[in-house]
């Protein structure tokens, strides 16, 4: 997302930083690995994201620019997805960390690469007013790349030919002063299409930038430049809906020592209830020729907290977590599925 340029300036662009990249075997069988590289930043559904705020508004503005964060996180949740998302005090209980720093311009890491960062540090940066327009489009944009949604701009089928050498030479002026490295990372490189969901590009998209005219060659359409986004499209809505469905209010109970089929698609997630008759040690896993991500969660007064979690992705092994369970305490485990790569079913088990 990008700053006004109300006097005709170049704009000032999100600098995403570089995605993490997970190293998989050479020899993974292609499904196995674009299904991985298509869920991996995604949250499990159902996770509350709690953020915090290093600073009340640095050098940008006051508790004005910490509202419009609140407002742009809610704004996705009004969508009905199954995200929460809770503000807290201590950056120690948090995933998101958030600083205002017109110097730094604005960024956030995307989905899951949050949790690889200290929490002494901020993942997601302001650097600029949120109170404008462009402001609050930028706010809902930072906040879509915490949820797991990268640039829409460097999505494959979008087609974009750049005029590299004016890309180039417009961002490495002011005021974003980028080097290439940065214009290339976030503008020009092209994602894999096993990364993306669907096959269409969404120029409305809040993820997508604006362009000024002289930076596309082709499409045609788009020589002129790329208007900005200022609110959610349908397709934005639409996609987050996928990934973060609205949760049941009951999943299904699971029963010691009795295994349940998961039914799945890549990307889908399967959610049950755990109530243990003892209190001890138990162990949960999945079986069968998958790559899952598995989660568990205890219900307690202040909602699901975090226990343990596992991704076998890429491994040929299945998950499995160990916790000590509480009788008569609920849980809730949670499995989402890269992918079925091998013949036979699976299922889920605790024991």
């Given at each position: 997302?990008n700053?006004?340029?109300?006097n ?17 075997r ?19 559904n159902g996770?509350v ?20 964060v609140?407002h742009?996180f809610?704004?996705?949740?009004a ?18 960390r ?21 929490t ?9 007013d ?8 930028t706010?809902?944009?930072?906040t879509?790349h915490?949820i797991?949604?990268a ?12 005029n ?11 005021p ?16 894999s ?10 120029p ?12 596309i ?19 934005d ?8 469905p ?19 698609a ?5 959610d ?7 209190t ?46 509480v ?7 949670r499995?989402r599925?890269?992918?079925a ?7 889920v088990m605790?024991?």
């Amino acid at each position: 997302m990008n700053a006004s340029a109300e006097n005709g300036a170049m704009p000032r662009y999100c600098t995403q930083p570089p995605q993490t990249q997970p190293v998989l075997r050479p020899d993974l069988n292609p499904n196995r690995s674009r299904a991985i590289l298509l869920v991996r930043a995604k949250w499990i559904n159902g996770t509350v994201l709690h953020f915090a705020f290093l600073d009340r508004g640095g050098d940008i503005g006051g508790s004005e620019q910490l509202d419009e964060v609140r407002h742009a996180f809610q704004a996705w949740k009004a969508l009905g997805i199954g995200l929460e998302f809770q503000e807290v005090a201590d950056p120690g209980d948090s995933e998101i960390r958030i600083v205002f720093q017109e110097n730094e311009g604005s960024a956030s890491y995307v989905g899951r690469d949050n949790l690889g960062i200290s929490t002494t540090q901020p993942t997601m940066t302001f650097g600029w007013d949120l109170t404008t327009p462009y402001g609050k489009a930028t706010a809902l944009h930072e906040t879509g790349h915490a949820i797991g949604f990268a640039h829409e701009h460097q999505n494959p089928f979008a087609g974009i030919v750049w005029n590299e050498e004016r890309v180039y030479a417009d961002l490495g002026a002011p005021p974003n002063n980028w080097p290439h490295e940065v214009t290339f990372n976030n503008i020009l490189r092209k994602l894999s299409q096993n990364e993306v969901t669907g096959s269409t590009w969404d120029p409305d998209s809040i993820m997508e930038y604006s362009f000024g005219p002289g930076l596309i060659v082709r499409p045609e359409q788009y020589r002129g430049g790329i208007p900005a986004s200022l609110s959610l499209s349908a397709t934005d809505k639409e996609r987050v809906l996928q990934w973060y469905p609205p949760l049941h209010a009951q999943p299904p109970r699971l029963q010691a020592f009795q295994s349940t089929p998961l039914q799945l698609a890549t990307g889908q997630q399967a959610d049950f209830e755990i109530v243990p008759t003892e209190t001890r040690s138990y162990q949960i896993g999945t079986f069968g020729n998958s790559d899952v991500v598995l989660a568990l969660f205890e219900d307690t007064d202040g909602g699901l907290q975090y226990v343990a979690a596992d991704d076998d992705s890429g491994q040929d092994r299945n998950g499995r977590l160990e916790a000590k369970l509480v009788k008569d305490h609920r849980y809730v485990a949670r499995a989402r599925l890269y992918s079925a790569w091998g013949s036979g079913s699976i299922a889920v088990m605790y024991w």
